[in-house]
């Protein structure tokens, strides 16, 4: 019934062309896929004769259904060692609809700076950033992106043209309920001297 509302309140919004695309099923769905598919194949749930081996009308011997993957599951999270927990690691909380920015100082031409960071809790968005001449304004290098930080640390390398004052920016601006704990590691790498980030943060 709600989808029926949404789609009438919106038709005036959508071509013919589309709306031809548009098949609405009650409970008779199961006789319009008869007329593509064979009831031999058809799983039987869905109105066809196939079941599996031991009678089974889902068909689990070669449907897998959706479910949620049992934290337990996560193989990588619990095979890496925390990131908080190793030397040379700084924290910094984020609030909740704020951000935090971390600066570096970068005194030479093609230095490259590699970081490495992960959240204790949730993601976080993070961008790169160079202080303007004017001492106030910053320049966006990397626009912010959220990532998943709190399943897997995050890494990242730049090559710096000019020297300056960079910074990474924790923007936790998205989030009205959560503060987000960040802890990370910042290399800045002389010209000529970049390593690959794994061999810095092993």
């Known amino acids: 019934m709600y989808f029926n509302v949404v789609l009438n309140l919106s038709k005036p919004f959508l071509s013919e062309t589309t709306l031809k695309k548009f098949y609405i099923f009650g409970k008779d769905f199961k ?93 976080i968005a993070v961008g790169y950033y160079i202080q303007k001449e004017n001492g106030e304004d910053l320049e966006e290098l990397l626009s912010p992106e959220r990532v998943s930080s709190h399943l897997v640390p ?6 710096c043209e000019r020297p300056g004052t960079y910074a990474l920016r924790f923007d936790n601006t998205y989030s009205w309920l959560s503060s987000k704990k960040v802890f990370y590691k910042i290399q800045v790498n002389p010209p000529n001297t970049a390593k690959n980030c794994d061999d810095y943060f092993e």
């Open 31 to 123: 006789k319009t896929l008869l007329n593509d598919i064979d009831a031999e194949i058809l799983p039987k749930f869905l109105g066809g004769l196939r079941t599996d081996p031991d009678g089974n009308a889902l068909c689990e011997s070669f449907i897998n259904f959706g479910s949620m993957i049992p934290p337990e599951k996560y193989v990588l999270k619990n095979a890496m060692t925390s990131l908080k927990e190793e030397e040379g690691v700084s924290c910094i909380k984020v609030p909740r609809l704020s951000y935090r920015l971390v600066n570096i100082n970068v005194p030479e031409v093609n230095s490259t700076v590699e970081w490495i960071f992960e959240t204790s809790t949730n993601d």
């Open 154 to 159: 995050e890494s990242g390398t730049f090559i």
